[in-house]
């Protein structure tokens, strides 16, 4: 296993960049193929099976590690400015992050942005919880919610809407988490140098497919603005080198001061969402792991 913060992960993010570059005028389609190659910084996990899910609220695959507790389960909401990327780009990271949590991972393909802006990523990932509980018989205390970038919005939103209506989640996880609809981070320009994925330029394009118009401070699309009153015990992660880093770090200071269970954890020198290099390079494994544990102790509270 690679030294590396990222093993290849920042390669693959200049990849993408170049061919956006060299193609202003590609397509939503595109994008969204050009970024199902987000897998390719994965590695396969071992000890763990997959099968999709027939009769959910929207498309969604199980993620089942052969050692786990089926009477529980994590909803996993996937990255891609809430545009691009799938339950196929990040099948292998949940997989990862099923067997280290040692429960099923439901990765779930939400409605995506343009075609249908906010709120329909948090009506689907609401509904998806829901119908779990009816479906399977699982208390609202036995799922928890995870996801990457824009998915660590939704994950957040989903968890405080569920919790609002008296249906609150064991926890959260939101790893490298866009938050701020407003783009208005001091960490955005003083880690552009250093983050190979994400810019202020791209956020602003993908704010308005999302919001379509809708102001930035909406409460529901962006959790730095939102009552964390209810927020259940949450766990974020970030990069020091991350444009997005404060998004975290802003977030974890409000829900402490609203006396939440916060948890956070900044990796130095990685890049955007660095656990897509999991199995590959060891600050991945090792974000991995303490998610796992973190999550497990969640669960048997």
């Given at each position: ?110 409605r995506r942005a343009p075609e249908h802006p906010y709120p329909a ?98 409460p529901g699309a962006n959790p730095l603005y939102a009552d964390l ?73």
């Amino acid at each position: 296993m690679s030294d590396s913060q990222d093993d290849g992960l920042r390669e693959l993010y200049a990849s993408f960049t170049r061919r956006l570059e060299a193609e202003p005028e590609m397509s939503i389609d595109g994008m969204r193929a050009l970024f199902e190659q987000w897998h390719l910084a994965t590695a396969e996990p071992t000890d763990v099976t997959y099968r999709e899910s027939a009769d959910a609220p929207v498309p969604a695959t199980w993620c089942v590690p052969l050692r786990s507790d089926d009477s529980r389960v994590i909803i996993y909401t996937h990255g891609g400015g809430f545009v691009v990327g799938s339950r196929h780009s990040h099948r292998k990271l949940a997989g990862h992050l099923a067997t280290r949590c040692a429960t099923p991972v439901f990765v779930i393909d939400y409605r995506r942005a343009p075609e249908h802006p906010y709120p329909a990523q948090v009506e689907d990932t609401v509904s998806v919880a829901k119908w779990l509980m009816k479906t399977e018989g699982l208390a609202p205390a036995d799922i928890a919610f995870a996801g990457d970038s824009a998915g660590g919005n939704i994950a957040v939103s989903s968890a405080l809407r569920l919790s609002q209506e008296g249906l609150a989640p064991a926890a959260v996880v939101a790893m490298s988490p866009w938050f701020d609809m407003e783009n208005s981070a001091g960490s955005l320009d003083e880690n552009a140098q250093y983050d190979a994925m994400v810019d202020q330029s791209t956020l602003k394009i993908m704010t308005g497919l999302v919001l379509n118009g809708q102001p930035p401070r909406t409460p529901g699309a962006n959790p730095l603005y939102a009552d964390l009153s209810a927020l259940p015990p949450t766990l974020v992660t970030t990069s020091q080198h991350e444009t997005l880093r404060d998004d975290a770090t802003r977030f974890a200071a409000r829900a402490k001061a609203a006396g939440r269970d916060i948890t956070l954890f900044i990796e130095p020198n990685a890049q955007h969402v660095f656990q897509m290099a999991v199995g590959r390079a060891i600050a991945a494994d090792r974000s991995l792991e303490q998610i796992g544990e973190w999550v497990r102790a969640m669960f048997t509270r």
